[in-house]
């Protein structure tokens, strides 16, 4: 590598386009191989990750040419557990590599997060980065920095959630001191004493990495860079019970032996160390499931990662509210803050999720023509939140994808704005086929909870109570007609005495979950209103059916 060129360089500044293809959107940070950038290849439109190589104060460094051929090999290899990489290659800013843009978050954030992990999601983590490991030494290529910060849990194209490492031909070079204990704190002995770097050092770090995901506790790190070495090199690791993990004497034996300090009493090879761990680890629930567990929505949303709009693309504005009101005007100027839901655009754009690939929607002559009141969705999704886990909810308004699926997720959507019908059409069919075995009579328990719920100050105002049924009807009927901008409310008196007919039409693009959602609202309302009313759907229970009919009897 001896063409590569080491000459003084200035750092990129935001815009700069690196190889005249990379521009510079934000720098991420840096590390033992210098800085980070997250940039946009101009060819592709995509968002990718450029590491450029660390030059010391005279614009030298002896170890570039040495890391960029670790880079060059790492760059040949091909594994769906290694991050991908795309470029490497020397712009007028020095030596660079160019990977994939990672949707999700390293383990060291879930740590901090969740605390100790069960034992099964462990091994959802750790054995992908054993498959790695395998596969890159296979091909006589040494990781040399394993660690919760080079492990991360992200998302697919496919919206698969997978584990990948990152970091081949990144290791810290022999002649530069570690910063802080946390540096080394994974770090083999025989990588301290001499920089001597073969696969059981990688697996010296693995079981060291797997150690903390049981127990939240690193196994050797010490106050003080100092002491962290003289632990790593000369004192036992705390049994993973002493450090508080539940009994678990054989794994912890596995544990131990990858943590020897010499590397010949380690297992031969992280597939051997695979080998025990499985029957020790792996549980009933698949990895996906597992991960998916870990991994929150929140961690998918991140600014300007994806395909990068076109000029013309990003000139649109979105269509406003038809409510003028401050706080339309305050949601719209924060939709250009908003974290973007789109998926990378690394992924083919007909790989890519569309709402027709995941449910039954609107029929086509209804998409985007049809509004409702966010509080219908705020009230479906308080149900839901009530009753299924956090993350399976989080996973269908990340499939759904709109502004208003973002700020549903974010906290910020009001209740008082519409939403397009198209996106909570989608919540309530998602959620009805993921969440309720494809029962959609959970919203009508959905409606019956909004009258004491996110409705209950508008609805108990309205409605006092009354001896006629057909008073308190209109009064309910007051409330809900003006929460969809579309559809026709009548009220008329049914043939029996004291009992309402309730005909609502022009409804052709409302799905049958909202149809029960709008029958269990008035059944609760009627209640509060004390009246002991049986409804009975007449005609129009069916999805996208153009009338409603609904028989409201005293009882």
Not at 148 to 166: A, E, G, H, S
Not at 225 to 230: D, E, F, L, S
Not at 357 to 384: C, E, M, N
Not at 492 to 504: F, K, M, Q, R
């Amino acid at each position: 590598m001896s063409h590569v060129k080491t000459s003084p360089v200035r750092l990129p500044a935001l815009g700069a386009a690196l190889a005249s293809r990379y521009r510079i959107l934000e720098k991420l940070g840096a590390g033992w191989h210098g800085d980070v950038y997250r940039a946009v290849d101009e060819q592709t439109r995509t968002t990718v990750v450029v590491r450029l190589f660390q030059f010391d104060a005279t614009g030298h460094s002896s170890s570039a040419p040495r890391r960029l051929g670790d880079a060059l090999a790492a760059n040949l290899i091909r594994h769906p557990h290694i991050v991908q990489s795309h470029e490497v290659g020397q712009s007028e800013f020095g030596p660079f590599v160019v990977t994939e843009d990672l949707r999700g978050e390293h383990i060291g954030r879930l740590l901090e997060r969740h605390g100790r992990l069960k034992r099964e999601s462990c091994f959802a983590i750790i054995e992908p980065v054993l498959l790695a490991l395998g596969a890159a030494h296979s091909m006589g290529l040494i990781h040399g920095d394993v660690k919760p910060r080079n492990v991360w849990v992200c998302q697919l194209p496919d919206n698969r959630v997978t584990v990948k490492v990152l970091g081949f031909g990144m290791a810290a070079p022999p002649l530069e001191p570690p910063q802080s204990p946390v540096h080394i704190s994974h770090f083999a002995p025989e990588q301290l004493e001499s920089n001597a770097l073969e696969p059981r050092t990688d697996q010296f770090a693995a079981c060291a990495t797997l150690y903390e995901l049981l127990t939240n506790s690193l196994p050797f790190q010490g106050p003080t860079v100092a002491t962290t070495i003289q632990r790593i090199l000369h004192q036992p690791c705390p049994t993973l019970e002493q450090a508080g993990a539940p009994q678990t004497d054989a794994l912890s034996k596995v544990i131990m032996r990858g943590l020897e300090k010499d590397p010949a009493r380690r297992y031969p090879g992280v597939r051997e160390l695979l080998d025990a761990l499985r029957p020790l680890m792996q549980g009933d629930s698949t990895q996906a499931m597992l991960l998916s567990e870990l991994l929150p929505a929140s961690a998918l949303l991140r600014k300007d990662s994806g395909t990068i709009p076109s000029a013309s693309a990003a000139s649109q504005r979105p269509r406003a509210s038809s409510i003028s009101s401050p706080e339309s005007g305050a949601r719209l100027a924060a939709a250009s803050r908003r974290p973007s839901f789109s998926p990378p655009s690394s992924r083919p754009e007909s790989s890519r999720p569309t709402l027709d690939s995941l449910v039954p929607v609107l029929p086509a002559q209804h998409r985007g023509r049809y509004r409702a009141r966010a509080v219908i969705w705020q009230s479906l999704d308080s149900y839901v939140r009530a009753r299924r886990p956090a993350y399976l909810r989080e996973r269908i308004l990340y499939d759904i994808g709109s502004n208003d699926a973002s700020d549903l997720l974010l906290g910020t959507l009001q209740g008082i704005v519409y939403c397009d019908l198209d996106s909570i059409s989608q919540y309530i069919e998602l959620a009805t086929a993921r969440l309720f075995s494809g029962d959609p009579s959970w919203c009508r328990y959905a409606g019956q909870e909004a009258v004491d719920g996110v409705l209950s100050a508008a609805l108990t105002r309205s409605i006092p109570p009354t001896p006629d049924i057909t008073v308190s009807v209109r009064r309910v009927c007051r409330i809900l007609g003006p929460m969809f901008d579309f559809g026709e409310w009548q009220v008329d008196e049914a043939g029996a005495p004291n009992s309402a007919l309730v005909t609502i039409s022009g409804i052709n693009a409302v799905c049958q979950g909202l149809r029960l959602w709008v029958v269990g609202l008035m059944e609760r309302s009627l209640s509060v209103a004390h009246q002991r009313a049986r409804l009975t759907v007449n005609r129009g229970e069916a999805a996208f059916t153009p009338r409603l009919m609904i028989e409201i009897a005293n009882h």
